[in-house]
């Protein structure tokens, strides 16, 4: 029988790479596996304020434009000369704004996909021989690529595009290297307002959601812990679900019957 002991989602020494980890999901994941004793190396278009630091423990960080693959593959071999090679992975770098297809360039919509698949396609194909035996890759993918996303349809189809190359990379790399999604529901993060409105607009949301509230970004960092520590040994291939139970289907809230979840402020 396995021990479910808190030891297991220790990472003391491991060598955790995170894209995009100065703010929002991305400083989340940083911050839980520092808390679990990781060496953290994280990167950035611009350097944050402050380096970030949980315990006395700081997380490196680097300029790297994740959609060049020279200055991902100089980062990378940086990181390898540091500290050896790389146990975990985190593709996290992302993000849209909210526009219609429609009214979007090509330019943008380019570089939507560019973020948000290009770059991890880029930054795991640098570090394909620095992962070591027993290493793994986790992708933070979106709802937005199981569902019709209008305002972020891009967004939505790089995101499927993410959760189809962890599957097959997964498939390629086993059993040296597990790789495994993360599709995130509703996270309320910095930038947050300008998806979701205000507070107000926030709690009618989290209405919505069976968990009655939007995740935080620790939450999604301790699923990461969770998927790269020996308890997920035998899960790879995985595209994992951190929704707080998905979303309330749309016609049972037009249909106003007793399952539609109650108003923010009533009893549940």
Known sequence: MTDLSVTDLSAPGRVVVVTGGSRGIGRGIVEAFLARGAVVETCGRSAPAALISVEGREAAFTAVDVRDPAAVQAWVDGIVARH??????????????????????????????????????????????????????????????????????????????????????????????????????????????????????????????????????????????LLASPLARHVTGAVLDVDGGGEWPAFLMESRTALVPPTPGEPT
């Not at 849209?96 to 380019?110: G, M, N, Y």
């Not at 933070?140 to 993410?162: E, N, Q, T």
């Not at 189809?164 to 309320?188: F, I, K, M, Y």
């Open 84 to 225: 050896g090679g790389i146990d975990v992975l985190v593709n996290n770098a992302g993000g849209a704004p909210l526009v219609d297809f429609s009214d979007s360039s090509i330019r943008l919509l380019t570089k939507v996909l560019e973020l948000n698949l290009t770059s991890a396609v880029i930054v795991t194909h640098a570090a394909r021989d620095a992962l070591r035996e027993g290493s793994c890759v986790l992708s933070i993918s979106s709802m937005s690529g199981a569902r019709p996303s209008p305002g972020s349809a891009v967004y939505g189809a790089a995101k499927a595009g993410l959760d189809a190359l962890t599957a097959s990379l997964a498939a390629e790399w086993a059993p040296r290297v597990r790789v495994n999604a993360l599709r995130c529901g509703h996270v309320d993060s910095d930038g947050g307002d300008e998806h979701f409105g205000d507070a107000a607009s926030k709690a009618r949301i989290a209405a919505t959601i069976p968990s009655r509230r939007m995740a935080t970004p620790a939450d999604i960092g301790d699923v990461c812990l």
